[in-house]
């Protein structure tokens, strides 16, 4: 159940003044706050980042914020101006407790031939996802339908973009579970390894970790990073490459990454089974709760 919300009227991103809180408006999370003619609802014409809340701290604000920049950028929304949004994001995290919460920002084109975008951010708290991260979680393979080259030659299908259009990311999820899954794993229909509907892939070949190349149309995980800049201090390779779909289940261990869940161990592939890192996976974890900028 969402705990805040927090209206935002946008200002240009080049807004250089001190402080945004009139540009700020706290309402009921439970009231209604938007028109009907608004275009993320009717059309999912927006953009969003949903960003994990430790104890209080929101984590990896600066990279979540570059995302929402880039997505605004290809879809062809006004610049955000991030200092505006750091200060929305320390205001829903101040209404946080002890434990996980998510912070969600929100972006969209506004009313329809409406003037200007609507933005909000709201806090509620995070789903308990302790047995994802210790017991693993089953996924299957999905064939996205386009090639690894459509994302170059299309760039109109926004995927590099964190959208609100998440319809195909749900029913990809539930087709897993009608499959006896988890969650699911997308590909190319070129045999290409791409990213799950909420999380990135992160296969581990002996001491050398990667993750699929961002080039296909794949959503960049602030997590992935984060996570990479500690296997990296802990001695390990790490990188991006271009993998066929049948690396994850010829890995040695693979997880799903993502700001919410953090690391999810993976324990099969399309009924195949996959080795699961106890201790590694809990280390991983461990390093993404503890505080993170």
Request: net charge negative; aromatic share 6%; glycine share 8%.
């Amino acid at each position: 159940m969402t705990r805040f919300a927090l209206l935002i009227r946008p200002v240009a991103a080049d807004d250089h003044r001190s402080g945004f809180s009139d540009t700020f408006a706290e309402t009921d999370p439970s009231a209604p706050a938007l028109s009907v003619g608004e275009l993320s609802t009717q059309r999912g014409d927006g953009i969003f980042e949903s960003i994990g809340v430790v104890d209080g701290h929101a984590q990896e604000v600066g990279p979540h914020l570059e995302r929402l920049e880039h997505s605004a950028r290809l879809c062809d929304l006004p610049a955000p101006n991030l200092t505006q949004w750091r200060e929305a994001i320390a205001i829903a995290a101040s209404h946080s407790g002890p434990g996980e919460y998510v912070i969600k920002l929100i972006l969209s084109r506004g009313v329809e031939h409406g003037p200007t975008p609507t933005a909000w951010v709201t806090l509620a708290p995070a789903a308990d996802n302790s047995q994802a991260r210790t017991e693993g979680i089953a996924v299957v393979t999905l064939d996205r339908g386009i090639d690894s080259e459509a994302p170059a030659r299309a760039p109109w299908l926004l995927l590099g973009a964190k959208t609100l259009s998440y319809a195909v990311n749900m029913a990809a999820i539930r087709e897993a579970h009608k499959r006896g899954a988890d969650d699911a794993v997308f590909h190319s229909s070129d045999g290409i390894l791409l990213e799950a509907p909420t999380a990135s892939v992160v296969i581990r070949t002996g001491d050398r970790f990667v993750t699929p190349a961002p080039g296909a149309g794949i959503l960049h995980g602030t997590t992935q990073i984060s996570l990479f800049q500690y296997l990296s201090s802990r001695g390990f390779e790490v990188g991006y490459e271009t993998l066929r779909t049948e690396a994850l289940a010829e890995a040695d261990a693979a997880w799903l990454v993502s700001s919410v869940r953090l690391a999810a161990p993976i324990t099969s592939v399309d009924e195949s089974a996959l080795t699961v890192d106890d201790e590694l996976t809990a280390e991983m974890n461990a390093y993404l709760l503890s505080p993170r900028d």
